[in-house]
């Protein structure tokens, strides 16, 4: 079976340009989550969904960052405009309930000059 | 926001050696999970414990979960290489609390087993 997949593996962009990150989590989950993973700040939870409705976005940074689920395969976390601070490896999981086994993509790492 | 700390943050042994990591909270959680993350991975789950004074074993690896639903610990016996890795638990807030219903990470810990 398919994991989640997330693309792009790696993004190298400069200051100030829009960044667009993809996941489609694995068929049949329920919850999509969108997570940020930092040495300094370890893994932070940005934004989830349940059945393709956002439910919590407190962790989502500011209003540069933004999330869609368009249908149940697919999901978008826009930045925009971004900045060198974004630099991180951004995750995304799948699960079949809130606090159930999260299953994880393989990560997009993010460098913005 | 419930806090988990991880310590040590770096463990760094040599093959069969034993090592304990340790993740403690000052709130209680109603469950919580262990993930082991490999370099350019992410994050997968080892297992969930859920009952105050668990106890569950993995092969070589052995989880508690604390009497009073705020710490845990793994302990892994005879370290193998292949144990390398980033360590992280994940607290599912308790009823009641403003983390309810969320997973809160840990910062992890970076286990090196040298051949």
């Known amino acids: 079976d398919a994991g989640v997949i997330q693309s792009p593996r790696h993004e190298v962009t400069e200051m100030g340009q829009e960044v667009t990150l993809r996941c489609k989590p694995i068929?049949?989950?329920?919850?999509l989550f969108w997570y940020r993973q930092t040495m300094m700040r370890g893994l932070e939870l940005l934004i989830y969904?349940?059945?393709?409705?956002?439910?919590?976005d407190s962790g989502m940074p500011e209003d540069r960052f933004s999330a869609k689920m368009p249908n149940a395969s697919f999901s978008t976390l826009k930045i925009q405009p971004s900045e060198p601070r974004d630099s991180a490896v951004y995750f995304c999981?799948?699960?079949?309930?809130?606090?159930?086994?999260?299953?994880f993509g393989e990560g997009s790492r993010l460098t913005v000059l | 926001t419930q806090l988990l700390e991880q310590s040590p943050q770096f463990l760094s042994i040599q093959e069969g050696e034993n090592l304990t990591v340790y993740c403690n909270s000052s709130?209680?959680?109603?469950?919580l999970q262990w993930y082991r993350q490999e370099p350019g991975e992410g994050p997968v789950l080892l297992v969930t414990?859920?009952?105050?004074?668990e106890v569950k074993k993995l092969k070589r690896l052995t989880f508690q979960f604390g009497d009073a639903r705020k710490d845990s610990s793994l302990h892994i016996t005879a370290a193998q290489p292949g144990d390398t890795g980033l360590y992280l638990c994940?607290?599912?807030?308790?009823?009641?609390?403003?983390?309810?219903?969320?997973?809160?990470f840990g910062q992890g810990t970076i286990l090196t087993v040298h051949p």
């Open positions: 969904f349940n059945n393709n409705v956002p439910i919590d």
């Open positions: 999981a799948s699960s079949l309930a809130k606090t159930g086994e999260l299953f």
């Open positions: 709130s209680v959680f109603s469950s």
């Open positions: 068929s049949g989950h329920d919850y």
């Open positions: 994940a607290g599912e807030g308790n009823a009641g609390g403003t983390s309810y219903g969320k997973l809160t």
């Open positions: 414990v859920v009952t105050g004074g």
